[in-house]
């Protein structure tokens, strides 16, 4: 059994700053892979960022200069700070935890941007 606990999510205004954890336990043990996705009502899940277990990161274009994902392995956590928070940033944010055959998510985290 794996469960992925994610936290930090709320209401900001723009150009402040919010801050999401997520927190593997279970089977997993320090996954390969860590991710953050979103999404909102009628749109496709988008791609936020990813984070190997050697720190190689890789980013969407739009979150480039604004948010940063970062891992804890002793604590089996993934964190995603975000900066300068636009309203088109308004989404519920999922983590993602691969490791071998495992593919798991999280429940998600609603995150509000008022202008």
């Known amino acids: 059994q794996v469960q992925l606990v994610e936290s930090g999510g709320g209401l900001v205004q723009a150009g402040g700053s919010l801050t999401l954890s997520c927190v593997v336990s279970g089977s997993i043990y320090s996954p390969a892979v860590m991710a953050w996705y979103r999404q909102t009502p009628g749109k496709q899940r988008e791609f936020v960022a990813t984070i190997t277990r050697s720190n190689i990161i890789n980013y969407a274009n739009s979150m480039k200069g604004r948010f940063t994902i970062s891992r804890d392995n002793a604590k089996n956590t993934v964190y995603l700070q975000m900066n300068s928070l636009k309203p088109e940033d308004t989404a519920v944010y999922y983590c993602?935890?691969?490791?071998?055959?495992?593919?798991?998510w999280s429940q998600g985290t609603q995150v509000t941007v008022s202008s």
């Open positions: 993602n935890a691969k490791q071998g055959t495992f593919n798991s």
